[in-house]
């Protein structure tokens, strides 16, 4: 099986626009929002989000990055990349909605990680979870409350995300596992 692109840089704009739309649906507005990027690639779509969001309403709404690299509970069995700096806004969280953003929802293992970070910074009102890419394959009881699109693939395929702000290019791949 080869690479093939799910996603262009036009459809992750329209993804972004509406889970921007229906954060501020379900949330009746802006006010008491926290939004909050996984790095790496989570952290550039909560920016892009956030200012979506700011745009439709007229209000900044607070954007902050949450590594959960040392909260992950494989990291025995997965190498994984240094720690990225956390950075909450002035206001913190306590009483806000958090939405967590990343980039792609798979097993559900980083979610769990950000739910026990943001045990350790404060206590919102409500977490919510926006993903660009839900693939399913879930090993915990996690669902995202916004998805950009939803991807089925098998367990070996690998789904590639590329941001601009990242990668210098825009797109969703899927790639097989013998590619």
């Not at 950075?87 to 990343?102: E, F, M, N, R």
């Not at 409500?126 to 939803?150: E, S, W, Y």
């Not at 590639?160 to 990668?167: H, P, T």
Request: charged content about 25%; proline content about 6%; glycine content about 8%.
């Amino acid at each position: 099986m080869s690479t093939r692109t799910v996603l262009h840089e036009a459809d992750i704009a329209r993804a972004l626009t509406r889970i921007s739309h229906e954060i501020l649906e379900s949330n009746r507005g802006p006010h008491g929002l926290v939004i909050l990027g996984i790095p790496t690639r989570g952290v550039a779509l909560a920016n892009r989000i956030a200012t979506l969001i700011s745009e439709f309403s007229g209000t900044v709404v607070p954007v902050g990055a949450l590594d959960v690299t040392m909260y992950r509970d494989d990291l025995h069995r997965n190498p994984t990349r240094a720690p990225q700096p956390t950075s909450i806004p002035a206001g913190g969280i306590d009483g806000a909605v958090v939405v967590l953003v990343d980039d792609v929802l798979f097993s559900g293992r980083s979610i769990r990680a950000a739910l026990d970070a943001i045990q350790d910074i404060g206590r919102p009102a409500a977490v919510r979870l926006a993903t660009l890419v839900d693939r399913g394959h879930r090993q915990l009881p996690i669902r995202p409350d916004f998805v950009g699109k939803n991807l089925p693939s098998s367990s070996d395929e690998r789904v590639n995300v590329r941001l601009a702000e990242v990668d210098g290019e825009e797109f969703v791949t899927i790639q097989g596992a013998d590619s």
